[in-house]
Every structure is written in structure tokens, then in C-alpha cells.
């Protein structure tokens, strides 16, 4: 995943930088640009630059502005020849910034579950509060048995609020 995020980064600054230097070197003078033209660099450099600004702190609605501005400027742009391979490479990180944020999203999904349970303590069935209170005594989390440090507010596994365990056992 880390090799994947780096990919993507790298290559949407290269592109940013092409975008910019192209804009730079041609001379850009938006009177001389026509309607069709702004609607085409709307949907194409402009549309997949900002999309790839935007992924860095989104990757996930990044990579769809770039992916959505990519197909745009093919419905709207006549990229002919080679024209349309040379746009879908300039899209190209837009995927990656979409296989960073699946592969992110899965990870974060699969952390709390696990196949066989054994990372996620389970309470016992039918406890009493003093079980709770004996295992919060011991440094424990009331609710799923996990450990926790006197500084925790909230247990790290389950969540619950540790404060309000230790007065209110009976209702957890």
C-alpha cells in the first residue's frame, strides 16, 4: 500500500509539473481561447490537476474527479490517434490514487475483524458487575477485558467510554 500511495504521489507531481510547464512554455492567452477550447482544458488539464491536488488529502474523491474530468474530456475533446492514449496515461495516477484509497479502506475494515475472533476480546456471557469491577480493577477494560492504561479515556479496542464504567458496570 505504501509503494502504491508513493507511485501516486510521484507521477501527480510530474503531471501537475508537465501541466504547468506546457501552460508556461506555449504562452497562454485566454483570449485567443475559444469557447469549446475552455470547456475541453476545463475537463482536461485543469479538471485532472485539481483532481490530483484534491487526492492528496482525498485520495478516493480525488482519484474520481480525475477518473470523471479523464472521461469528460473524451466526450467533449476530439482526441484522435494517439491523442486518447496520451490522456488516459496523464489520468493514469487517478487510478492509483483509486487502488490507494480501496487497499487503505479494506485495511481499516479488516483491522478490527479478524477471522478467527482472537484479536477482538470478548466479555463473557451472563457477568456481574463485580466481574467487570474485578477486571477493571486489574487494568482491564470493564466492557471486553482488553488492557488499558490509567490514562485511557476510551478503551482502545472497543471504544467504551472508561469514565462512565466505572460507575455505571451494570449497564454495559
Known sequence: QLTVRWAERISSLIFTGVFLLMFIGEGFEPAEVKPIEWVMLFFG????????????????????????????????????GSGAGVMLVCASPGFLFLLSWILSRSAEMS?????????????PSAETPEARQARNASGMCPKCGAPVTPTDKNCPSCRAN?????THLDQL
Open 45 to 80: 488539464p485543469f479538471g485532472l490537476v485539481a483532481g490530483m491536488i484534491l487526492a492528496w488529502w482525498k485520495e478516493g474523491l480525488g482519484g474520481a474527479v480525475i477518473l470523471l474530468s479523464f472521461l469528460a474530456s473524451m466526450v467533449v475533446g476530439d482526441y484522435s
Open 111 to 123: 483491522k478490527g475483524i479478524s477471522a478467527s475472533g482472537e484479536d477482538i476480546p470478548q466479555p
Open 162 to 166: 472508561l469514565e462512565f464504567a466505572e
